[in-house]
Each structure stands twice: as C-alpha cells, then as structure tokens.
C-alpha cells in the first residue's frame, strides 16, 4: 500500500509555541492540518497544555501520533546522548517510567494510537546489558498497550540491521518505527533509502527531516552531523520516498525541523517538496 494521501503532519515541537492557540496558529501558518503532539507538556505543565486537544479538536487539526521524552535526556553532544538517551540509565528509569504511564493515560483518553520516543542506544551484542534495556521497553509497550496505543522507536542512533535485529529479539510485533531519514545520517548510521529496506516491515511512521554528515568521520563520527531545510541536504527525497511507497503498510508523515531560525517557513517549504515530489 502507498503513503498515506491523509495530510502531512507537522511534530509540535519543532513550532516551539507557548501555548495551544500559538500552537494553532503556527500550525495553521505552515499550511498544514495535522500534527504529531509532543505529550509530555500536557503531563509535566497541565496549567498550560491542558486544553491542548480541545484547541486543536476545534480548530479541526487532526493528532496523528504522540511522542514521550524520557527523562534526562542531552543532546549537547553524541557521547552524552549515548549516556542518558531513552530507557538505558538507570538513574532515570523509574522517572522516566512514570512519565509513560501518565503519557499512556493522556493517549488513551485521546484516542491516539501511536506513541514514538528514542528508546536510546541498543547494544548490537547480545548480553546482560541488552536483555535489561529489552525488558524496560517491553514494559513501557505494554503500559501504552494498556492504554489501547502502540509504540514506535525513532531511528538513528544505531545501524538499521542492529535495529531490526533488536525489534525481532523483542518479540513483540506491535512495536513499531519511527523513521528519520535525517537522524541517520546525523549519527553516521547509514544510507537512508537502504535503511528502509531493512526496517520496512516495521515502519510505523516517517519524520520528514534532512541532514548533511558530520565532517569529521571514523567508525563513529565524532561530532554531529548538521540538520538542515528539507530539500537541501543528504536525503534523495524522491528515492526516498520510493522506498516509503514499497512498505507493506500505509504510512503518515510528519515534517520535524529542530535547527534554524524560520521553522515556519521551513516546515513550508518542506510540505511544499513533498507535494511537488508525491
């Protein structure tokens, strides 16, 4: 089955709003009529994000998915990431478990089935290591199942062979993907279109996002690679999306844009390729 013709979404994140009626009118301003809902806010600030589903109900903004950020989560450089990404530390586990159980009853009385998250680094070998970070995922999918949602892990920060091989180990088919074809090639994990294939039946949906890699490479790149405008960097978005269109599934888009000044007209221009391309 192709890519869903449904509307393209936009993550509400990477609009930055302060508020559900600025996340409307950014939405509205991008041009788009979905988006993928960051939860946590309406968990962790309900003073402020409360109402966040009522506002965009009436604007008539449809929530494709949902995303959980784990706790304690730094990005400010690729080592860091590898230490406190996803369910791996166990300094913030229990925290982290928590917030997905409120996140889960926030999805469920929503009626959103999808929740994605960066599950956080997946040891290739087989070991104590894995088999504890397997088991804090299989928990996290069964508190969202409970609550009649699905999860999906974000690709990138491990080859995609060691993803799909840690999915089949998981032994849990209700676990599905969240693909990033710029996150690849920011954490130098591999060409995004043969990506595809060896994650295909487990895609569940796609961030529509591009990158340039890292200039300084090795076995692991040292530093990040650089997110940029869809259009303008690494990813052959018409080979790309080819590959999308071979899934066994229909599949959502979702445009992410985490870097630059003028997210707005970014996400514009992006859905504006996607169109021009589909």
């Known amino acids: 089955m192709p890519i869903s013709n449904a509307p393209i979404a936009v993550c509400s994140w ?9 996340l409307v009118e950014r939405v ?17 600030k309900p003073d402020v994000w409360g109402d966040c589903v009522a506002a965009l109900t009436a604007a008539n903004i449809e929530i494709v ?12 450089t690729l080592e860091t990431i590898r230490v406190t990404g996803g369910v791996v530390p166990d300094a913030t586990w ?23 998250f960066h599950a956080g680094f997946i ?3 087989a070991g104590a290591e894995r088999d504890g970070l397997f088991a804090r995922l299989r928990e996290i999918a069964a508190i969202f199942r409970a609550e009649g949602a699905r999860i999906a892990f974000e690709t990138g920060q491990e080859s995609a ?30 060409d995004p279109v043969a990506a595809v294939r060896a994650l295909a039946p487990r895609i569940a949906q796609v961030h529509i996002k591009d990158a340039l890699p890292t200039k300084i490479a090795g ?43 003028d997210r707005v007209g970014d996400i514009r221009a992006a859905l504006a390729l996607l169109r021009s391309i589909r």
């Open 161 to 190: 062979e060691t993803l799909a091989h840690a999915l089949d180990a998981l032994g849990d088919d209700s676990i599905g993907v969240n693909f990033d074809p710029a996150n690849m090639i920011l954490y130098g994990m591999g």
């Open 123 to 125: 040891p290739h070998e």
């Open 28 to 44: 509205r301003a991008t041009g788009a009529s979905a988006v993928q809902l960051a939860l946590t806010p309406l968990v962790e």
């Open 65 to 76: 998915s949902g995303m959980l950020e784990t706790v304690g989560e730094d990005y400010s």
């Open 219 to 261: 076995t692991y790149p040292a530093t990040w690679g650089s997110e940029v405008r869809v259009g303008t960097g690494a990813v052959d978005w018409k080979a790309f999306l080819a590959a999308i269109e071979g899934v066994a599934a229909t599949i959502r888009l979702a445009v992410e844009r985490e870097a630059g000044d």
């Open 94 to 116: 229990h925290a982290t478990r928590a917030r997905a159980v409120e996140v889960a009853k926030v999805a469920g009385r929503h009626g959103i089935r999808l929740v994605t």
């Open 14 to 22: 990477s609009l930055q709003a302060e508020s559900p009626a600025q």
